[in-house]
Every structure is written in C-alpha cells, then in structure tokens.
C-alpha cells in the first residue's frame, strides 16, 4: 500500500460521480482508505461508497473552499477537472507535490499530465488513465454501488404487487 495522501476531487452531479466509481476503487487497492480524501459534489452521495466513514476526510465541494487550506496532501487529483480555475486553486491549496490532470484540460497549477485521448475516450476510461502518473496501471473497471437489502425487498414487493417483476425482467434507468 501506498503511505501518501491523495484528495480526489469530484466535479458535477450524480452521473459523474457514478463516473467516478472505478476510479474511488482502484485507489482504494492501492491506497488505505484512510489515506484518500474525496470532495464529493454533494456530501449524502457519499452512500454511494462502502465504508464512507473510513475515508481520511470528505466534504463537500461547496463547504471546502470554506477551508481549503486544511486539506493537505502529497497527490491531487480529479474525476473531472472542471471548471480548471477551481479545480487548480483546490490543487495548489492542498500543496501536493503531485498535481494530475488531463493534458487536454490542463491548466498552470498541474505538473503531472496525462493523455487520455479525451475525444475518442469514455469519461470513466479517461479517469482512471490518470492514475497512469502514480504509476497504477490497474485498469479494473468495477463500480460494486451498496444495496439496502430491506430497500431491494420493498421495492422487489411493489413491483411484484404492481405484476412488473417477472423473473429479472425489469429493466430500469
């Protein structure tokens, strides 16, 4: 395991935050938990995760500018760095030594740059490429979302009530 500290920024709303998913789990093979701080778009997304608690920190975007000088860390990164202004400040406020970006979002604050094809790439390629610059090469796509099994059993039973589930037929987006 990996003994630096890393801040995983995390840019937009729901549907890059799912994005973000494989990236989260590749770190966490290769970092402990307590090692990684994440800044989610918005704190309750963190039920996303498993053992949200055992993150280092996570906060929310709009809360961290509040204090961005109290998220220090060796490795800056993020899921989706937009816009580059802030996500850059974010970088140099942390003062890691190891600034990753997107070459083709690039900005003066990043030292590491990755290329990853962003025009002929999906977005979840394209965020785990960047872990290339910490030498991961781990390119496991997984996003394992939790489940509330007494949530699953309620719906499964509404939707069985309603005639809709009939052996795995549902599908929903």
């Known amino acids: 395991m990996d003994k630096r500290t890393v801040n995983l920024y995390l ?5 890059n935050m799912a994005m973000a998913l494989p990236m989260i789990h590749i770190l966490c093979r290769h970092f402990d938990r307590s090692r ?3 800044i989610l778009p918005r704190l309750d997304w ?17 809360e961290m500018f509040n204090n ?3 998220f220090r860390s060796d490795i800056s990164l993020a899921s989706l760095p937009y816009p580059r202004w802030r996500y850059g400040l974010a970088c ?4 890691a030594r190891l600034r990753i970006g997107d070459a083709a979002l690039a900005n003066v604050f990043l030292n590491s740059l990755v290329e990853t094809q962003s025009r002929t790439q999906h977005l979840v390629e394209r965020n785990v ?10 390119q496991r796509i997984k996003f394992d979302i939790p489940s509330d099994h007494r949530a699953k059993v309620e719906v ?3 939707l069985q009530a309603a005639g809709f589930l009939r052996q795995d037929s549902l599908v929903a987006l």
């Open 46 to 62: 963190a039920c996303l995760l498993h053992q949200p608690d055992r993150f280092r920190k996570m906060v929310a975007v709009n």
């Open 68 to 70: 961005i000088f109290c």
């Open 11 to 15: 840019w937009g709303g729901l549907g």
């Open 92 to 95: 140099w406020a942390s003062g």
């Open 156 to 158: 499964e039973g509404r």
């Open 129 to 138: 490429l960047q872990l290339q610059a910490l030498g991961i090469e781990d």
């Open 36 to 38: 990684i701080s994440l």
